[in-house]
């Protein structure tokens, strides 16, 4: 089966997951978002990559940031921008996640930014339009359920490598609750793809898949060993309805095997930087020392994210051409 | 009206009968095999040589969505599907809305189906009312409109206290019990096998201990209550093992395996394919190759296609809201050739987990051909392929996992009690 985001001359058409991505795809975004910092940088922060054209903001979950960084990143464009916040799942509102979608399209919508609570339903957009022809609208996956979101991977993978430039020689932790997470499963899908040695994945058996280890990531259930020489700590987000139950007894006891505090980031290299893809949990999968420590790259992230972002948008745009 | 199979391959897995022969067929019954009885004049005559002429086929799955759910599909559509598939029986789970928790709600199906005159529908009773796992129905009510047997369909017994109680009071008036093994714990949320899979795909899982931690339990409480228990779509490699555990224990148990878990595994996903949301869920190829082996060697008593039609709207979703289920009644005959040809199983013994299996499970006089017996008859060219389209199909359902693919078996005549109810 093909790729459902490449088309037959394996340009990008949608950007799904980072699955099956090949590195010279993942390569060319991270270099189209490097001038794209620099725009932010300027009093004029436009450029008429996307004049004319109409970015839909589809969020049928609730997220304020990735929502403002998609924003943020097609207006610098000068693309369009239309918000639809539709919040409950598409079943309950009596139309159908696809019926929405041709309407959008009839109203010529160019890209639809999509954020859906069920993993896979970017997918199920995608092949809609790709099935009656219509692959010219776009579709960026901007977190979908349990399974990606690649933008958010790609700005970790563009934060990665400036600071630490080849990927063929770094160790990466990412801690905390990989289970629910497609923050870390896009990350891990683009760090083996361009070549990084040792990718680790660390937490209790509660909060890691079955099957983690054929995702190409070694398993540490204790943080200690885990974080041993490593070049990068990517801390993962622990929602709020996780901490107490059946996964986890409490916020406290997470936080004392697997909250990063200076004294457990000691044990990884000197130079290691630190990473969350936010917004973070303070005391608990993170201690502030930590979080405003000179090794966190966590602000940085979010300057990246939306020049990631023009640059996944720039880019389909122009596949359309 | 007297009808001639003239000169099919007559293949009658209950009675070892694999010879080119003519079926004689008249007043509904089998009146003669090979020779014509003194006197015969037919009045039609189908040619069946090339091809197979088998007892009509016997699904023990087939959902006909009635009543409640006729904008999916209507006892019409599915009654010709059926007969398009060469099932001439079938028993119906009770997950209608109403689900079958009253005699009246069955009589009353059991009257729609006959008065279409085709395939002989067995209702399924619901084991509790409601299906809500709390209190147990008038199973000699129900049976006595025609329920063959008992269930939950899928949903959940969470109570072992209530279980227990449904298996001992069916136990005292011989009734057979059919349960769906999976632990509602262990089951909830999950849409996909606990495995590569869903790890990659981020979709909520279901372990293969949902399975096996049910079959423990309904194996203890068959050993205290001696109740004739049918296993329905066992689904892992470990389930397979516990089965033929359990028949070597000698315990009353049967199970069958729905016909496409013998062909796909959770690999079969892909990117999210929402025809391959199936209850239970596609697992790994290491438990497809157990299902294959169990059937192959009798662990498995028998295949049904677990018939499920399902609307466009209910069905094109996010893999996890998709409704699940395929629909079956047409396929089941060509993937079970399909399997067979592929682990070098001969036809009679195919043939056998569609016909004189689910017969003596369902405990009908059934699934074979003999003089003075009902006249079912399935009539199918085995080298015959065709591609599997919605425009094919019969049912009302277009879901499956299977479309675009080349399927062997094409089904040309089909009889209910002597008369000609398919042809093609």
Same mark, same amino acid.
């Given at each position: 089966m093909?790729?459902p985001?490449?088309?037959?001359?394996?340009n990008?058409?949608?950007?799904l997951?980072?699955?099956?991505l090949p590195a010279?795809?993942?390569?060319?975004i991270l270099?189209t978002?490097?001038?794209f910092?620099?725009i932010?940088?300027?009093?004029v922060?436009?450029?008429?990559?996307?004049r004319?054209?109409s970015?839909?903001?589809l &969020?049928?979950e609730n997220s304020?940031?990735t929502?403002?960084?998609?924003?943020?990143?097609?207006?610098?464009?000068?693309?369009d921008?239309i918000?639809?916040n539709?919040?409950a799942s598409s079943?309950?509102?009596g139309?159908t996640l696809?019926d929405?979608i041709?309407n959008?399209?009839?109203?010529?919508?160019?890209?639809?930014v999509?954020?859906?609570?069920?993993?896979?339903?970017p997918?199920l957009?995608?092949?809609h339009l790709?099935?009656t022809?219509r692959a010219?609208?776009?579709?960026?996956?901007?977190?979908d359920?349990?399974?990606?979101h690649?933008?958010?991977?790609?700005?970790?993978?563009?934060?990665i490598r400036?600071?630490?430039q080849?990927?063929r020689r770094?160790r990466?932790?990412?801690v905390?609750?990989?289970l629910?997470?497609r923050?870390a499963?896009s990350?891990i899908?683009?760090?083996?793809t361009?070549?990084?040695?040792?990718?680790r994945?660390i937490?209790p058996?509660?909060?890691l898949?079955?099957?983690?280890r054929?995702?190409?990531?070694?398993?540490?259930h204790?943080?200690?060993?885990?974080?041993?020489?490593?070049?990068?700590?990517?801390?993962?987000r622990?929602?709020?309805?996780?901490m107490?139950?059946a996964?986890?007894p409490s916020?406290g006891?997470? &936080?004392?095997?697997y909250g990063?505090?200076?004294e457990?980031?000691a044990l990884?290299?000197?130079d290691?930087?630190?990473?969350?893809?936010g917004?973070?949990?303070?005391?608990?999968?993170i201690?502030?020392?930590?979080?405003?420590?000179?090794r966190?790259?966590?602000?940085p992230?979010?300057? &990246?994210g939306?020049?990631?972002r023009m640059a996944?948008?720039?880019?389909?745009?122009?596949?359309?051409? | 009206?007297?009808?001639?199979i003239?000169n099919?391959?007559?293949i009658?897995?209950?009675h070892?009968?694999?010879?080119?022969a003519?079926?004689?067929?008249a007043a509904?019954?089998v009146?003669?095999?090979g020779e014509?009885p003194?006197?015969w004049?037919?009045?039609r005559?189908?040619?069946?040589t090339g091809?197979v002429?088998c007892?009509?086929?016997i699904?023990v799955a087939?959902?006909l969505?009635?009543?409640g759910f *006729?904008?999916?599909a209507?006892?019409?559509?599915?009654?010709q599907?059926?007969v398009a598939?060469?099932?001439t029986s079938?028993a119906?789970?009770?997950d209608?809305?109403?689900?079958?928790d *009253?005699?009246g709600?069955?009589?009353m199906?059991?009257?729609?189906?006959?008065s279409?005159?085709q395939?002989?529908?067995?209702?399924?009773?619901?084991?509790?009312v409601g299906l809500?796992?709390?209190?147990?129905?008038?199973?000699? *009510?129900?049976?006595?409109?025609?329920c063959?047997a008992?269930?939950?369909?899928?949903?959940?017994?969470?109570?072992t206290?209530v279980?227990?109680r449904a298996?001992?009071?069916?136990a005292?008036?011989?009734?057979r019990?059919w349960?769906?093994?999976?632990d509602?714990h262990l089951?909830r949320?999950?849409v996909a096998h606990?495995?590569e899979?869903?790890?990659?795909?981020?979709l909520?899982a279901?372990p293969?201990?949902a399975e096996?931690i049910?079959?423990?339990?309904i194996?203890a409480l068959v050993?205290e209550t001696?109740?004739?228990?049918h296993l329905?779509?066992l689904?892992?490699a470990?389930?397979?093992?516990?089965v033929?555990a359990?028949?070597?224990?000698?315990l009353?148990?049967?199970?069958?395996?729905?016909?496409?878990?013998?062909?796909?595994?959770?690999?079969?996903?892909g990117?999210f394919?929402?025809q391959?949301?199936l209850v239970?869920?596609?697992r790994?190829?290491r438990?497809r190759?157990?299902?294959?082996?169990?059937?192959?060697d009798g662990?498995i008593?028998?295949?049904?296609?677990?018939?499920?039609?399902v609307?466009?709207?209910?069905k094109?979703l996010?893999?996890?809201e998709a *409704?699940?289920g395929?629909t079956?009644?047409e396929?089941l005959?060509?993937?079970?050739?399909?399997?067979?040809a592929?682990?070098?199983v001969t036809?009679?013994?195919?043939l056998?987990?569609?016909t004189?299996?689910?017969?003596?499970?369902?405990?009908?006089?059934a699934g074979?051909l003999?003089?003075?017996?009902?006249a079912d008859?399935?009539?199918?060219d085995?080298e015959?392929?065709w591609?599997v389209e919605?425009?094919?199909?019969?049912s009302q359902g277009k879901?499956?996992p299977?479309?675009g693919?080349?399927?062997?078996?094409?089904v040309?005549?089909?009889?209910?009690?002597g008369?000609?109810v398919f042809?093609?």
């Amino acid at each position: 089966m093909r790729n459902p985001q490449l088309d037959a001359a394996g340009n990008l058409t949608h950007l799904l997951t980072l699955e099956g991505l090949p590195a010279e795809v993942i390569v060319r975004i991270l270099d189209t978002a490097v001038p794209f910092v620099s725009i932010a940088e300027r009093d004029v922060k436009k450029v008429p990559l996307l004049r004319g054209r109409s970015v839909f903001n589809l &969020f049928f979950e609730n997220s304020t940031r990735t929502r403002t960084t998609f924003e943020i990143a097609a207006k610098r464009l000068s693309a369009d921008v239309i918000n639809l916040n539709i919040g409950a799942s598409s079943t309950s509102k009596g139309e159908t996640l696809l019926d929405t979608i041709d309407n959008l399209v009839a109203m010529n919508a160019d890209m639809f930014v999509v954020r859906h609570s069920q993993s896979g339903a970017p997918h199920l957009i995608a092949a809609h339009l790709n099935r009656t022809r219509r692959a010219h609208v776009h579709v960026v996956n901007a977190g979908d359920g349990r399974h990606a979101h690649p933008t958010q991977g790609l700005l970790d993978l563009f934060t990665i490598r400036h600071y630490k430039q080849d990927f063929r020689r770094l160790r990466v932790a990412i801690v905390g609750d990989v289970l629910h997470s497609r923050v870390a499963r896009s990350l891990i899908h683009g760090l083996t793809t361009l070549g990084t040695p040792e990718v680790r994945a660390i937490g209790p058996k509660t909060l890691l898949p079955t099957a983690v280890r054929t995702l190409g990531v070694q398993v540490h259930h204790d943080m200690h060993a885990g974080l041993q020489g490593c070049d990068v700590v990517v801390m993962l987000r622990l929602q709020s309805e996780r901490m107490r139950g059946a996964l986890l007894p409490s916020a406290g006891e997470y &936080f004392k095997h697997y909250g990063l505090t200076p004294e457990k980031l000691a044990l990884a290299k000197p130079d290691a930087i630190v990473m969350h893809p936010g917004p973070m949990n303070r005391g608990v999968e993170i201690d502030s020392a930590v979080a405003d420590g000179a090794r966190s790259v966590i602000l940085p992230q979010v300057t &990246f994210g939306i020049a990631v972002r023009m640059a996944v948008l720039s880019l389909l745009a122009g596949s359309a051409g | 009206m007297k009808i001639e199979i003239a000169n099919g391959r007559l293949i009658d897995p209950k009675h070892g009968v694999d010879r080119v022969a003519t079926l004689f067929v008249a007043a509904g019954k089998v009146a003669a095999i090979g020779e014509a009885p003194a006197g015969w004049s037919s009045k039609r005559t189908i040619d069946a040589t090339g091809l197979v002429v088998c007892p009509g086929l016997i699904d023990v799955a087939a959902r006909l969505r009635e009543p409640g759910f *006729e904008y999916k599909a209507t006892l019409e559509s599915e009654m010709q599907a059926a007969v398009a598939g060469g099932v001439t029986s079938l028993a119906c789970p009770p997950d209608t809305d109403p689900p079958l928790d *009253e005699p009246g709600l069955v009589q009353m199906l059991k009257h729609r189906a006959r008065s279409l005159n085709q395939a002989h529908v067995f209702p399924v009773g619901a084991l509790t009312v409601g299906l809500k796992g709390e209190e147990l129905t008038e199973m000699g *009510e129900l049976a006595e409109a025609g329920c063959v047997a008992f269930s939950q369909a899928e949903a959940p017994l969470a109570d072992t206290g209530v279980l227990l109680r449904a298996m001992q009071y069916a136990a005292t008036f011989g009734h057979r019990v059919w349960l769906r093994p999976q632990d509602p714990h262990l089951g909830r949320g999950g849409v996909a096998h606990d495995g590569e899979v869903a790890t990659r795909l981020g979709l909520p899982a279901i372990p293969a201990a949902a399975e096996t931690i049910a079959l423990a339990t309904i194996f203890a409480l068959v050993r205290e209550t001696g109740v004739r228990v049918h296993l329905c779509r066992l689904s892992t490699a470990e389930g397979v093992a516990m089965v033929r555990a359990a028949k070597a224990e000698r315990l009353p148990v049967t199970c069958d395996v729905a016909v496409h878990h013998l062909h796909l595994c959770d690999v079969d996903i892909g990117w999210f394919d929402p025809q391959c949301r199936l209850v239970p869920p596609l697992r790994a190829t290491r438990d497809r190759a157990a299902l294959r082996a169990g059937i192959a060697d009798g662990t498995i008593d028998l295949v049904c296609s677990d018939h499920t039609p399902v609307d466009d709207d209910a069905k094109q979703l996010p893999f996890g809201e998709a *409704e699940p289920g395929a629909t079956g009644l047409e396929l089941l005959l060509p993937l079970t050739l399909k399997w067979a040809a592929a682990d070098g199983v001969t036809l009679p013994a195919a043939l056998a987990r569609l016909t004189s299996q689910p017969a003596a499970m369902l405990g009908i006089d059934a699934g074979h051909l003999a003089v003075g017996h009902a006249a079912d008859v399935c009539i199918f060219d085995p080298e015959a392929h065709w591609t599997v389209e919605p425009a094919v199909l019969r049912s009302q359902g277009k879901n499956t996992p299977f479309l675009g693919l080349e399927v062997p078996g094409r089904v040309r005549a089909t009889l209910v009690a002597g008369q000609v109810v398919f042809e093609s």
